[in-house]
């Protein structure tokens, strides 16, 4: 799950990191009152959305009066902002956080992120903040520090100094470096994150290191131990149908193919997803609906599927194990009868009592296309739309 920027410097706060001061704003004149309090000549205007890149895109600008902050945040609030994280539809903006203006000196790259390599969190660190990291790693790699730490010792102390002096930081300088990447590991830990970014990490005129911009995101499957950060949640930046299955318990994740998937697990999905793309077509959704979803669950997951307007076939994979094949089929034939079914459909079963569960479906009067094996389905599905390789 993600957070906004504006909420991300609050928690950043609670672990003693200086940031980026300023105020949410979701009206005009909120952002002008917000730029009152302030008390400074220059403030910034920023676009709060779930995407990096948002001053090229126009979601970030500076401004040096009330009128001019009211004036700018009109023209950013309710504008799809494009990045080149959002895709070509960009996301509507719906609040602004008009931050402080600070005079700049340098600008550095901290974050921490989890190496599943190595099942550890990682501290990486650059003398080149504001940047897309990803560029930086792939064109000169040498100019990023990392260092693995653990997550029950902490980062230490020697590696906050050696994180330091990369970044070319000493004196009073090194202290205050050392206390934001202390900061920044015990809002990993604590928060179950699965990424703590500060991009860019600023040093000031005034020789103060500020967070000016930062980004985190957590693991969903911790956020029972965190309803303060559950509470963080946007809707309006995600899929609506993906925050639908969520509350279903259903993993949905949306594409931009033409074949709905319906899988339990999630290796067997990606291997469904990588056979529809074998025959020549490409996955709409990734759907695993689990281990121990019931009839209703199915019906449920059956119908988020529908929803999408470029789904023109279906695939059901589904291994019954502790899910039972006829539980499926009904679950099946109960979505399909509620939607009105008008696009191919293709199911594989497989496992615990796949006989009753294929009679189900066989018996059923719709037209439903079986497939003993995987390839057969993904072959099937792909010839029903007319994408077959």
């Given at each position: ?308 307007p470029s789904v023109k076939g279906i695939l059901v994979n589904i291994f019954g194990g502790i899910m039972k094949c006829d539980i499926i089929a009904r679950g099946i034939l109960a979505a399909a009868k509620k939607v009105e079914l008008k696009v191919p459909l293709v199911v594989r079963l497989e496992g615990t009592r796949v006989d009753e569960g294929r009679a189900i479906l066989e018996e059923s009067g719709l037209d439903i296309t079986p497939a003993s094996s995987l390839d057969e389905g993904a072959r099937l599905v792909c010839e029903a739309v007319g994408e077959k390789?």
């Amino acid at each position: 799950m993600k957070i906004h920027e504006y909420q991300a410097k609050e928690l950043l706060e609670r672990y003693g990191v200086r940031t980026q001061s300023g105020h949410l704003a979701q009206t005009p004149t909120q952002a002008g009152e917000a730029y009152t309090r302030l008390g400074g000549e220059l403030a910034v205007i920023k676009a709060q959305i779930h995407a990096g890149g948002r001053g090229k895109g126009g979601g970030v600008k500076l401004v040096r009066s009330r009128s001019e902050a009211e004036e700018v945040a009109h023209e950013i609030l309710g504008m799809n902002l494009v990045t080149h994280q959002t895709g070509p539809d960009g996301i509507q903006v719906q609040n602004v956080f008009v931050a402080e203006g600070l005079e700049l000196e340098e600008e550095y790259y901290v974050a921490i992120a989890l190496d599943r390599s190595q099942g550890n969190p990682v501290l990486m660190v650059s003398r080149e903040g504001g940047v897309e990291i990803e560029s930086l790693a792939e064109e000169r790699p040498e100019a990023i520090l990392k260092l693995p730490f653990s997550p029950t010792g902490g980062l230490q102390d020697h590696q906050a100094r050696r994180a330091s002096y990369f970044l070319g930081f000493k004196g009073e300088l090194a202290k205050q470096a050392g206390k934001i990447l202390h900061g920044l590991a015990r809002v990993w830990v604590d928060l179950d994150c699965e990424l703590a970014e500060i991009n860019p990490l600023v040093k000031t005129s005034q020789g103060e290191l500020v967070a000016l911009d930062a980004k985190m995101s957590f693991d969903g499957n911790a956020l029972f131990r965190h309803p303060n950060i559950a509470g963080m949640r946007d809707p309006n930046e995600e899929d609506p149908r993906e925050v639908e299955a969520s509350r279903y318990g259903l993993s949905y994740i949306a594409l931009n193919g033409s074949i709905g998937c319906m899988v339990n697990g999630a290796g067997l999905a990606m291997a469904t997803m990588d056979n529809i793309k074998n025959h020549g077509a490409s996955p709409a959704n990734f759907l695993d609906v689990g281990g121990g979803a019931d009839e209703e669950t199915i019906s449920h997951a059956f119908r988020i599927v529908l929803t999408d307007p470029s789904v023109k076939g279906i695939l059901v994979n589904i291994f019954g194990g502790i899910m039972k094949c006829d539980i499926i089929a009904r679950g099946i034939l109960a979505a399909a009868k509620k939607v009105e079914l008008k696009v191919p459909l293709v199911v594989r079963l497989e496992g615990t009592r796949v006989d009753e569960g294929r009679a189900i479906l066989e018996e059923s009067g719709l037209d439903i296309t079986p497939a003993s094996s995987l390839d057969e389905g993904a072959r099937l599905v792909c010839e029903a739309v007319g994408e077959k390789a």
